[in-house]
């Protein structure tokens, strides 16, 4: 049975305002979807990427001729997803652009086969350059992605819209789309992860502008973040601090990326057991030559859980083997801004929450939140809110009272 849209939209909204954030889990197999609920996931979303990734391909394989995207996910959603997560919405991956369906119609097959929605999946919208200027000449645009969306909306189904620039959120907005989730690009991270993504700063500042147009347009449509920098629970909080995302929608980092590390780990274990402990340092030598040490996730690991310490990046360098200078570049290259930056505005956000939350004074807050000059905390503060301390707090407790 199909999951009410408006019931969906309550439920999700009342989350919004109690403070919790909307997480929707891409899934490319029943046992994925199945345990993603487990795990408190909100959406479950059916896309073609999740199929292949169960094949041991990147999630670009999506755009390639390999398969049938709509007939695929109808068929391994309607067997395998839907079969597992009663009671849970599941979204339908369309590929819009498809000469041989027709949009209505084939809405129609989605929702009467049990998807509470959609979402535009394959989507030009990670196509660019001479490919992306051919096929607009053929007619095949983003814009019929932005139709099917109107089209299902009409329908009262629920509506994702996965989109890349304040034009294309507006383009979604005017359709009806309930989510704007602002696509990062193909997700970093793990064995199979891409190379070339925007930096952290770089895709908040891009989410940020979507949701101003968002904000603007008097919808109130529900704001998520997907794909590229954002791929660990700590990426995920950065984009909570620094937009006004709601929810994190995930596939790779949900799917790939942990089976990716446990099949590794758990093979590693049963081929060691028995065999001598220098065979184990060899192994561990031979897997370390091969898989690199993601140096940035360790620094921003370390800060989230020792921000209220002393924190210096040359004492990490040293501890992780590499230059500072070199741990610095690759800092500022992956997260879009400097160490130092980096860690004062977890710090500072930090201490937001505690001032929300508990009536500690501020000397005390700035102490828990690494600074033990109130000072220099004021300062810092005020540089990257824009005001003091105090006056943050009594705009919090006008805002709670």
Known sequence: MTINRERMLERMQEQVRAGEHIIGVAAGAGISAKYAVKGGADIILALNSGRFRQMGLGSIAGLMPFANSNEMVLDFGSREILSVVRGRPVIFGLCATDPTIDLPSYLETIERSGFA????????????????????????????????????????????????????????????????CVHLGVTAGGLMGTKKVLSLETGAELARQIFAVCDASGRAPLKLVYGGPVHTPIDVQYMYDNTSAMGYVGGSSFERIPTEEAIVDTTHRFKITGELEQDQQLMDKLTLLDEPY??????????AHNYMNNISLTELADQIHVSRTHLSALFNKEVGCSFPEYLAKYRIHKAQDVMKHTKLSLTRIAELVGYPDYVHFSKTFKKYTGITPQAFRKQASDKYT
Not at 128 to 133: C, N
């Open 294 to 303: 993601d140096y940035v996730a360790i620094v921003k690991e370390h800060i």
């Open 117 to 180: 929605g959609i979402i535009n999946y394959p989507t030009l919208g990670l196509i660019d350059g001479k490919f992306r200027e051919a096929l607009e000449e053929e007619g095949i645009s983003y814009l019929q992605e932005v139709e099917a969306i109107r089209i299902a909306h009409e329908r009262n189904m629920f509506t994702m819209a996965f989109v890349f620039h304040v034009e294309q959120a507006a383009l979604m907005l005017e359709a009806g789309a309930d989510v704007i």
